[in-house]
């Protein structure tokens, strides 16, 4: 095993101990990137990268990020690089600032080794429909599953052991469904929790800076980095910022976590249901106090409506900037209007399209009351819900996805309950602002599966706590294609 | 709710400033059928009336004003650097008016 495929705090000590060099470590980076077929990515940044790698002096005891090389997806600006969030519509477009995200990376001397694909502006959750085409699952060799989405790219440098953590973005699922296809820990903070600025946004009141590593500790150890106020971004929260690795080892007993039976039970893959009872009953006897609750299912049902009309409506207004005029490839036309128009028409997917559409129908003057309006109602109404439960407990605890990953060509009855709960409850996070967190459960035919855990806003650090404890658990930390593990469940 | 026809999708594409094929539409009218059942998840739900609709998960109290400091404004080299239709330090469009 090559030292790029231990965990972030593992590099870290073979930096300090001169085991190996940053430019030993970015310079097999970029040639893993280069020997995969995964479509991982939009840009190799390996001059930069090595340049950078090159200038850095004598290793940082104190800091875990010092030379370790990382990706970005490309939603995330980075100055003088190209950045299309997988658009067409954006094709040639360089920022002219760094992402704040970026900027406190390069600040603790992470090294960009490249920028990820991406569902197109973020909006998809399969890894299907950036500008490049499909991002594939590196679990699968024969390319027949997706990753999942949006920040696929993302998801797929990691498990392929190109790099120990890849930032993403999260507005329904899209680092935590793919950490459970993927076999990672993928972890959304609070709303709030780290600056947006450069983060291209699709549904402001939803996204969420999020990113994948391969064990709850680097998860952890990346948000001591990322968390805080940012004055670039005025939705950046002023609540204090917590040492979030310091209570991995606490132990679970007394601990009371909440098993949400009517998102369970629609699930029906027996082997997931069965590895999700067996690390509940491990829970139970590491002194986690275990509750089952049932959260309305009537409410469940609606996560998935509730979650399209806002996000779309609120896409179809901040995409209108993408005009062609301040920015991407510009098409002429007789009038502004026509510049516009061609540019639009040509730079969108039909997807992207699509779902602008359904956005503009939900605001339209007729119906905004019945169906933007309400689903803003009924979004109040799924999180009143969901605090008055974790108000009385530490966490949620539910299984990620309904299956591994699925495969590329197949589709889903999408008014099923399986469909409408199973596979979109992750929402939920995101109506909430809340911290949650995927971690791997088991691996069912080679192919992983994850769960998730929610907490209440702000407390990440009793998240992280809880979820190093899982992890002990179900024994997947530091999952990888080329590491791989066969798990406890 | 507005009835959903291909010339409802046809205004709405207008509106948004850009067009689908003939394909594409009849695609986007065939997903609305499936869209207005999940709609119906949320018509379902009782009591929504009373509720103040959620435009954000928690409110954020950061009003303030910054320091009134003077920056350096973006370069106007840099403001241009991406538009693609650019002439004498200004991006240029078809005439508006006359």
């Known amino acids: 095993m090559s030292i790029l495929d231990l965990t972030i705090s593992e590099i870290h000590q073979a930096l300090v101990n001169k085991t190996t060099t940053p ?58 690089i190209e950045t299309t969030a997988s658009s067409n519509i954006l094709n040639g477009y360089i920022p ?16 960009l080794i490249g920028k990820t694909t991406l569902d197109e502006l973020a909006m998809g959750g399969t890894g299907t429909t950036g500008h490049k085409g499909t991002t594939f699952n590196p679990w699968d060799p024969k390319h027949e599953r997706l990753v999942g989405g949006s920040s696929c790219g993302s998801a797929a440098c990691v498990s392929a052991g190109i790099v ?124 986690a106090i275990i509750e089952h609750i049932r959260f309305g299912e009537d409410l469940l049902q609606s996560i998935y409506a509730t979650y399209i009309v806002i996000s779309c409506s609120e896409a179809t207004s901040n995409d209108a900037n ?67 439960i974790l108000a009385k407990v530490d966490a949620i605890y539910v299984p990620a996805a309904p299956s591994v990953a699925p495969k590329i060509v197949s589709s889903s009855y999408k008014l099923s309950d399986e469909y409408l709960i199973a596979d979109n409850h992750l ?63 | 709710m507005k009835e959903i026809t291909l010339d409802v999708l046809h205004d709405a594409a207008t509106r948004l400033l850009f067009d689908m094929s003939d394909e594409e539409y009849q695609t986007l009218f065939e997903e609305f059928k499936i869209l207005t059942k999940q709609m119906e998840t949320i018509g379902r739900i009782q009591g929504l009336d009373e509720l103040e609709p959620m435009t954000f998960p928690f409110d954020c109290g950061n009003s303030y004003l910054r320091e009134d400091v003077a920056e350096e404004p973006l370069p106007r080299e840099e403001a241009l650097a991406n538009a693609g239709s650019v002439q004498d330090n200004e991006i240029k469009l078809p005439k508006v008016v006359g």
């Open chain 1, 164 to 287: 120990p953590f890849a930032m993403g973005s999260d507005t329904g699922d899209s680092v935590r469904k793919p950490a459970s296809y993927a076999g990672l820990v993928g972890f959304k903070p609070s709303w709030g929790r780290i600056s947006r600025y450069g983060l291209f946004p699709f549904a402001p009141s939803l996204d969420h800076v999020a990113y994948f590593t391969r064990d709850v500790k680097d998860a952890a150890l990346l948000l001591d980095v990322l968390a805080g106020r940012d004055l670039h971004d005025a939705t950046s929260s002023l609540e204090p910022v917590e040492r979030y690795e310091e209570d991995l080892s606490a132990p679970l007993k007394g601990k009371k976590i909440a098993v949400i039976d009517d998102i369970v039970q629609t699930i029906s893959d027996q082997k997931i249901q069965l590895a999700f009872k067996r690390s509940c009953e491990e829970l139970a006897k590491q002194g």
């Open chain 1, 96 to 111: 002219l600032f760094d992402a704040t995200v970026y900027a406190k990376l390069k600040k603790k001397k992470a090294i």
């Open chain 1, 322 to 388: 993408l005009d062609g005029i301040k920015f991407g490839p510009f098409y002429p036309g007789k009038t502004y209007q026509e510049v516009m128009f061609n540019a639009r028409t040509k730079g969108f997917s039909e997807l992207i399209k699509r779902r602008f559409v359904i956005g503009s129908f939900s605001l339209m003057s007729e119906n905004q009351d019945i169906l933007f309006r309400r689903a803003q109602k009924n979004r109040r109404k799924i999180v009143n819900r969901l605090n008055e």
């Open chain 1, 23 to 80: 430019v030993e470590l970015v310079k097999e980076a970029l040639a893993r990137a280069k020997a995969n077929n995964d479509n991982a990515f939009e840009i190799l940044i390996e001059e930069q990268a090595i340049k950078e790698a090159e200038a850095l002096g004598e290793p940082e005891v104190d800091n875990p990020f010092w030379g370790i090389p990382f990706v970005l997806k490309d939603n995330f600006s980075t100055k003088g």
């Open chain 1, 427 to 489: 929402a939920l996070g995101n109506f909430g602002g809340l911290p949650s967190i995927t971690l791997p459960l088991m691996l069912e035919d080679g192919l992983p599966v994850g769960v998730n855990l929610t907490g209440a806003a702000f407390e990440e650090k009793k998240l992280l706590s809880l979820a190093a404890g899982l992890e002990r658990i179900t024994g997947l930390a530091n999952l990888s294609v080329l590491n791989k593990k066969e798990g406890n469940l």
